[in-house]
């Protein structure tokens, strides 16, 4: 967009300039970010309470200033989702070693931080959650995740988080036996978390 100015009945055109990229050689993103979760695709027709268990909306993320290690800590925790302990019960978790690159433009500055991991969960037990989920029990599924943070400005950051949900079984209840449980198939999903965050 050009912004027009006069000057003694001449026009001077002028380009508003985008905010310059860090120029350090380590992780420009390094550092603590308040975080705002935006949006969620696809919605969840459940209330931001429910959401908010597992999905933190205004969560403090410490990205470390180098590709090694907890690449980035969300309040304090490795994974950027949490599993509350009401209504879930016998919870374990497993995550694979994060791996993190860099997106660079021409002039290779650090334009982008992309962390991809993933892991596997089991619970034995999730209960109807303030009565608005089915409960289910003895479920297990393995997920990949991909967290790709760019700038937004000065001092300022975007976040997407996709993660694919897969392999998924559970027990439930047989429909044409009533009382009888049987193992079934989790459908897949593919779900995309948006942040945006400023440098605390």
């Known amino acids: 967009m050009l912004l027009a100015f006069s000057f003694s009945g001449c026009e001077a055109l002028v380009e508003p300039k985008t905010p310059p990229l860090p120029t350090n050689t380590e992780n420009p993103f390094a550092g603590e970010w308040k975080m705002e979760r935006v949006g969620i695709e696809p919605a969840i027709d459940v209330p931001d309470i429910v959401v908010n268990m597992f999905l933190d909306d205004n969560p403090v993320w410490k990205i470390a200033p180098s590709l090694t290690g ?22 374990v978790l ?53 967290v790709t943070v760019t700038f937004a400005g000065v001092d300022r950051i975007n ?24 193992r079934k198939t989790l459908p897949s999903v593919h779900a995309t978390v948006t942040y945006t965050g400023t440098r605390k």
């Open 70 to 91: 907890k690449m980035i800590m969300y309040n304090g925790i490795e994974v950027w989702f949490t599993l509350p302990r009401i209504g879930l019960s016998g919870v």
């Open 94 to 146: 497993q995550t694979n070693p994060p791996v993190g690159t860099y997106g660079k433009n021409g002039d290779s500055k650090i334009t982008s931080l992309i962390v991809d991991g993933g892991g596997g969960m089991t619970v034995e037990r999730v209960n109807s959650l303030l009565g608005l989920t089915p409960e289910f029990q003895k479920i297990n599924a393995t997920y990949k995740d991909k």
């Open 159 to 182: 976040a997407i988080i996709e993660v694919d949900v897969r392999d998924g079984e559970y027990l439930g209840e047989d429909e044409s036996n009533p009382g009888v449980m049987v």
